[in-house]
């Protein structure tokens, strides 16, 4: 059984089906996935019915599969010690997973994915980052890497500095403890946000310089022939 720690953005779905008129309504982009405010929230939750409360987020999704797996996995973000804070801790603990990140007061809510699900099925999604925004590198600490064997991050913190500085720590921190470690790089993210791909690239690549265990994944690999 290996040991695997998921670094990401703790964030709570919130599902609900909605009526295909309602994505024109909040001038969403159906079955995108788009960044909101916080009062911005309120009006979105008008249409939702009964929604499912889970959680969230794509490293947190991913550990999730993991851990109904042969393998042991564990979580690390952050979240507000708020109601959805609550929910998602709760969520986390119905699921086995252990929580070794941090939950602290603060003026900022844990982070929510509204997912507005179509009769088609299509998913639309409106998020807020909220308190995951705050990840910071005092919040990264040796101990909570102590006697894992992988190591698996998000790629949309390194699109800001606080986050991505905390995700050089857990580099480092990786290649101290000699663990393996993973980070997707957001090409397709960076091509939406119209960011330059190659400095993208370049970017992710001075994580790799500072964690030599660290595994360049083939799309870099291409990426980087072109």
């Not at 953005?9 to 089906?17: E, N, S, Y």
């Not at 844990?110 to 005092?138: F, P, W, Y």
């Not at 790629?155 to 393996?180: I, N, P």
């Amino acid at each position: 059984m290996k040991k695997i720690l998921g670094v990401g953005t703790a964030l709570v779905d919130i599902i609900a089906q909605v009526d295909e008129d309602v994505i024109a309504k909040l001038g969403l982009n159906k079955g995108s996935m788009s960044l909101i405010e916080e009062k911005q929230i309120p009006k979105i939750r008008e249409y939702f019915n009964n929604p499912t409360i889970t959680s969230g987020g794509s490293v947190c999704n991913t550990i999730h599969e993991l851990n109904n797996s042969s393998h042991q996995a564990s979580f690390f973000g952050k979240v507000n010690d708020d109601d959805y804070g609550k929910a998602f801790l709760s969520d986390m603990e119905n699921a086995k997973i252990l929580f070794l990140g941090i939950k602290e007061k603060n003026s900022l809510p844990t982070g929510c994915c509204n997912i507005l699900v179509t009769k088609d099925g299509e998913r639309t999604m409106a998020t807020h980052i909220g308190i995951g925004s705050q990840l910071n590198v005092k919040d990264i600490t040796k101990e909570k890497f102590e006697g894992m064997d992988h190591v698996y991050m998000e790629a949309y913190l390194w699109d800001h500095d606080l986050t991505k500085a905390a995700l050089k720590k857990v580099g480092e921190l990786s290649k101290e403890l000699k663990l393996s470690s993973f980070i997707f790089p957001n090409i397709k993210n960076a091509a939406d946000t119209k960011i330059n791909k190659k400095q993208t690239i370049i970017s992710f690549l001075e994580f790799f310089k500072i964690n030599k265990a660290g595994t360049v994944n083939k799309e870099i690999q291409i990426k980087l022939k072109e």
